[in-house]
């Protein structure tokens, strides 16, 4: 079972600083994915990336930036958190086919 | 947003019963994924279709690429299948997955 380690689990920050959250997996996926959930919008996927050093926009990518030092590592980055931030992520990673999910980050931005 | 599109969006089912859940595209899908988001928030997997069917346990999903849906059957539903199911469409390699906004079921005694 891939394991994919979210932190931290909750967040508050206040508006206008620098939050970042962080994804750690252990299975050698080649994709992790981040992706942000708010209640009747299911889950959107704002980046991803297939390879260390590399990342790719999702649909919502406006307000975020990500970093892939490595293969097990997929950071989230919000240089200036709004109060429009505030959500549940959800980080991923898959090979080819099933995402394996993160327990999810609860941030509020006040 | 739109392009998959979940029925219905909540449901009450009683313990012992059956039902089906339904997801819409409206983009050329390649494959297929539900999952189930538990009260506390988890997410698992439940099936990763191409085109047709597949069943674990309760568990029975099917994929029609032809006519663009996907379908997830439970059977003798338990109080343990409540939460939010989610299918997700791919439309191709190298493309990434977009979710539905989900379908709330409550399983009740």
């Known amino acids: 079972e891939a394991a994919v380690t979210q932190s931290p689990r909750s967040k508050v920050a206040v508006t206008g600083g620098k939050v970042t959250l962080s994804c750690h997996q252990t299975?050698?996926?080649?994709?992790m994915y981040w992706y942000r959930q708010d209640t009747g919008h299911g889950l959107r996927l704002i980046h991803y990336?297939?390879?260390?050093?590399?990342?790719e926009k999702g649909d919502i990518p406006d307000g975020y930036k990500a970093s892939r030092p490595s293969q097990e590592n997929f950071s989230l980055i919000l240089e200036l958190a709004s109060l429009s931030q505030t959500a549940v992520y959800f980080c991923a990673s898959s090979y080819t086919e099933t995402l394996y999910f993160g327990s999810g980050t609860r941030l509020t931005v006040l | 947003g739109d392009q998959v599109k979940q029925s219905p969006s909540a449901l009450s089912l009683q313990e012992g019963t059956n039902s089906a859940l339904r997801c819409n595209f409206s983009i050329a899908t390649t494959t297929v994924q539900w999952f189930l988001q538990n009260p506390r928030g988890s997410l698992m997997n439940l099936f990763y279709l191409v085109p047709g069917t597949k069943e674990n346990g309760r568990l029975k999903s099917t994929f029609n690429s032809k006519e663009s849906y996907s379908t997830l059957h439970i059977r003798d539903a338990q109080l343990e299948d409540s939460g939010t199911y989610f299918c997700a469409a791919e439309a191709g390699s190298g493309t990434y997955q977009r979710f539905g906004t989900g379908t709330k079921l409550q399983v009740v005694p």
């Open positions: 990336s297939y390879v260390a050093d590399s990342t």
């Open positions: 299975n050698n996926h080649d994709y």
